[in-house]
């Protein structure tokens, strides 16, 4: 069974971290083995965005989800 996305990208060695955290190069995003056409992998890479500044900010500042989403807007 195919998992539903796929995404390919290249690390550099020696740094233990997240793909868009450290900016590493996306090669591509396949959605059941197909390859996302470019404004589709840039809406879900925008959204995944989104959600990781979501995440740095609730944990910087203290607050929850909500009270991020009311003053910053991020998080659905």
């Known amino acids: 069974m195919l998992a ?3 995404v390919e990208y290249a690390m550099n060695l020696g740094r ?4 868009l ?3 590493y190069r996306l090669h ?6 197909v390859e996302l ?3 589709e ?3 879900l890479v925008k959204t995944a965005a989104g959600i990781l500044a979501a995440r740095h900010l609730c ?3 203290g607050i ?4 991020e989403h009311f003053r910053f807007g991020f998080t659905a």
Request: cysteine-free; hydrophobic content about 25%; overall charge neutral.
């Open 4 to 6: 539903k996305y796929h």
């Open 16 to 19: 233990n971290a997240h793909v």
């Open 21 to 23: 955290e450290h900016g």
């Open 28 to 33: 591509a995003i396949r959605h059941e083995g």
């Open 37 to 39: 056409s470019r404004a």
């Open 41 to 43: 992998s840039d809406k």
């Open 59 to 61: 944990a910087s500042l």
């Open 64 to 67: 929850k989800p909500e009270e």
